[in-house]
């Protein structure tokens, strides 16, 4: 993550430690809405003005760009987990707490463009964390579907993994095409899991 080389390798050994939690859950926030917005290739004075930090703020939690982004792909995974048992507790219905997280999923993922190239090549890092969002998500999905709809004893379960799965190819593509709106068609997926039949052998 440089906007030059000679200032990544000043500012790379500035590195703090123990820093608040919450001052770098401000730099993730901005950093995500960066590349919702921009990609994961943004310029960092960009992801420093939405924080309200200077850009030496940003090197010194996080030197380079893959870190950045890991970082914040983390973060938006641990976000749609813990998102997951909350709004099943707060929502009106089951059916609306399975909408809503899905449309957050939805967001994750937009974020999620680009990791693959800013990982340069990390063919383990992205194995690692691929692993690391399924164990995280599906089961959040599980419950909320388990929760949401009613069980069928003729057909055989819905899988979580394959409707994430499902929701994460409706969304190919969305960023480069702004007609395309992924979050409609993947609602319209979800009414279909609730039509008379659907989960029919």
């Known amino acids: 993550m440089v906007d030059s080389q000679s200032e990544q390798t000043h500012l790379a050994g500035a590195r703090q430690v123990g820093r608040p939690r919450?001052?770098?859950?401000?730099?993730?926030?901005?950093?995500?809405?960066?590349?919702?917005?921009?990609?994961?290739?943004a310029p960092v004075r960009e992801i420093a003005a939405k924080?309200?930090?200077?850009?030496?703020?940003?090197?010194?939690?996080?030197?380079?760009?893959p870190e950045l982004v890991v970082a914040v792909y983390r973060y938006q995974v641990e976000a749609c987990a813990d998102a997951g048992p909350r709004?099943?507790?707060e929502s009106a219905t089951p059916e609306a707490a399975l909408r809503a997280?899905?449309?957050?999923?939805?967001?994750?993922?937009?974020t999620k463009h680009g990791l693959a190239g800013a990982l340069q090549g990390d063919s383990a890092g992205s194995d690692a964390l691929?692993?690391?969002?399924?164990?995280?998500?599906?089961?959040?999905?599980?419950a909320l579907l388990a929760a949401a709809l009613p069980p069928v004893d003729t057909a055989?379960?819905?899988?979580?993994?394959?409707?994430l799965k499902g929701i994460g190819?409706?969304?190919?593509?969305?960023?480069?095409?702004?007609?395309?709106?992924?979050?409609?068609?993947?609602?319209?997926?979800?009414?279909?899991?609730?039509?008379?039949?659907?989960?029919?052998?």
């Open 22 to 41: 919450r001052s770098e859950q401000t730099l993730l926030d901005a950093a995500a809405a960066v590349f919702v917005s921009s990609g994961v290739d």
């Open 51 to 65: 924080a309200g930090v200077g850009v030496g703020t940003i090197y010194r939690h996080f030197p380079t760009r």
């Open 87 to 89: 709004l099943l507790a």
């Open 101 to 110: 997280w899905v449309g957050l999923f939805v967001e994750f993922l937009a």
């Open 130 to 142: 691929h692993a690391y969002f399924v164990d995280r998500l599906v089961p959040v999905c599980d």
């Open 156 to 163: 055989p379960p819905i899988d979580a993994y394959n409707v």
């Open 169 to 201: 190819n409706l969304c190919i593509g969305a960023s480069a095409d702004a007609r395309y709106d992924a979050a409609v068609l993947v609602q319209l997926l979800i009414s279909g899991l609730f039509a008379p039949g659907s989960s029919a052998t």
